[in-house]
């Protein structure tokens, strides 16, 4: 067990160390400076600013729903909303394949168990920053900031959320209790509010987009952020951490928290 999670955190630095030995400073618009002054001129961010930068999110971040109501980017917050509802419609119906614990009794205390997905993620934006001061690369801190800056922000989201929705987690309802009468049950304590949204899904994707948009000159950088961003999502399914709508939600929230967070600076 503690064999796995080592590799596993051990690509996860590894893959940074690569990326950030090629500084990947998005496309200069036409007439802009070339890349290279693209980098050079790159304002760095501090650990003062980055606190600073999350206390003005939220303003945005939590105002976006009003701005959706009022026809700004209705289209994906509708697709969304109706996913959403249509995987909490099926989730009934999808749960019961994760629920057997002949299937998938070892996740909860694999090398996969959410504290360990915890940590991968956590440590992510952390091996971005390390590497940027050891390679001496501003856009590799940056970017190291702006992941914790997504990461911080998708948890904020997920922890009022769940505090509000208060949605069991599979794990907690026996093999026999309704898996449809979820909402307003769970009795978890104030730092874990329930199941809904997945605040795994929020970081993991969070993260993933922020340094997808950093370095999206390289065009397998997107590919594995991403995809590992799923692979840590879905593996909260056989843990019974979570139900599909849960997982889709917080991947949801992730990937538009990133984009804020990417695309603004």
């Keep these: 067990m503690a064999h796995s999670t080592g590799l596993f955190l051990a690509c996860v630095f ?4 690569i990326v950030a030995q090629q500084p990947g400073p998005p496309p200069p618009p036409p007439g802009g400076p070339p890349a290279a002054e693209a980098v ?5 961010i501090s650990p003062v600013q980055l606190a600073k930068n999350v206390l003005h999110d939220q303003k945005p971040i939590w105002t976006f729903p009003a701005k959706a109501v009022g026809g700004k980017h209705w289209k994906p917050v509708l697709a969304v909303a109706l996913g959403t509802v249509a ?3 099926l989730d009934p119906y999808t749960e019961p394949y994760f629920h057997d614990p002949s299937r998938f009794s070892g996740f909860q205390t694999g090398p996969l168990r959410g504290r360990n997905t915890t940590l991968a993620e956590t440590l992510t934006p952390v091996a971005f920053y390390v590497a940027g001061l050891a ?3 501003r856009h590799a801190r940056n970017t190291g900031l702006l992941a914790a800056e997504g990461l911080i922000d998708a948890q904020i989201v997920s922890f009022v959320m769940k505090q509000a929705a208060g949605r069991s987690k599979p794990s907690d ?3 026999d209790g309704s898996l449809r009468d979820t909402w307003f049950q769970y009795k978890g304590g104030l730092t874990n509010g329930g199941s809904f949204p997945s605040g795994h899904s929020a970081s993991a994707f969070a993260v993933a987009t922020v340094i997808s948009e950093r370095y999206r000159e390289h065009r397998w950088i997107p590919w594995a952020a991403y995809g590992t961003a799923a692979f840590l999502s879905l593996s909260r399914l056989p843990a019974q951490a979570h139900f599909p709508s849960d997982i889709f939600l917080g991947a949801a929230m992730g990937y538009g928290i990133g984009h804020l967070v990417a695309l603004r600076r």
């Design 14 to 17: 590894g893959s940074v160390s």
């Design 40 to 44: 050079a001129s790159e304002a760095a």
């Design 87 to 89: 995987l909490v419609a």
């Design 135 to 137: 390679k001496h690369s």
């Design 173 to 175: 309802i026996p093999p």
